[in-house]
């Protein structure tokens, strides 16, 4: 089923910075290290591989259509989620510094959580 609603996406997704930064930063938990997420969405290990998934983070990049699932089995994200939060290039609005942006992910999990 996901397979056919995923093929009906456009080619090149760009998706609302505060859902972006939690999308990477669960994929980043799960994998530990930028290299490892774009190995865990199907690219071939080689050198700069962190790049890739570096600038999908920072909206740099557009997620391509066929990575979608790899990045859904790896977060745990939903599709319905994922495709709510997609948006147009013209509107997408770079992160500058990842590590930051991950930061701030988790502090705000960290305080949802103690309430």
């Given at each position: 089923m996901n397979k056919e609603k995923?093929?009906?996406?456009?080619?090149?997704?760009?998706?609302?910075?505060?859902f972006r930064t939690k999308l990477f930063s669960k994929a980043y938990d799960k994998s530990g290290s930028l290299r490892g997420i774009a190995i865990d969405m199907g690219y071939p290990?080689?050198?700069g591989l962190n790049g890739v998934a570096r600038d999908m983070?920072?909206?740099?990049?557009?997620?391509g259509k066929h990575k979608v699932e790899y990045l859904l089995k790896l977060t745990g994200i939903s599709?319905?989620?994922f495709t709510a939060n997609i948006i147009t290039k013209d509107k997408s609005v770079e992160?500058?510094?990842w590590t930051q942006a991950y930061?701030?992910?988790k502090l705000k999990e960290?305080?949802?959580n103690r309430k």
């Open positions: 995923i093929a009906k996406l456009p080619q090149s997704i760009y998706l609302n910075k505060e290990g080689r050198p983070w920072l909206g740099k990049r557009s997620i599709l319905e989620e992160t500058e510094n930061t701030d992910y960290e305080q949802k």
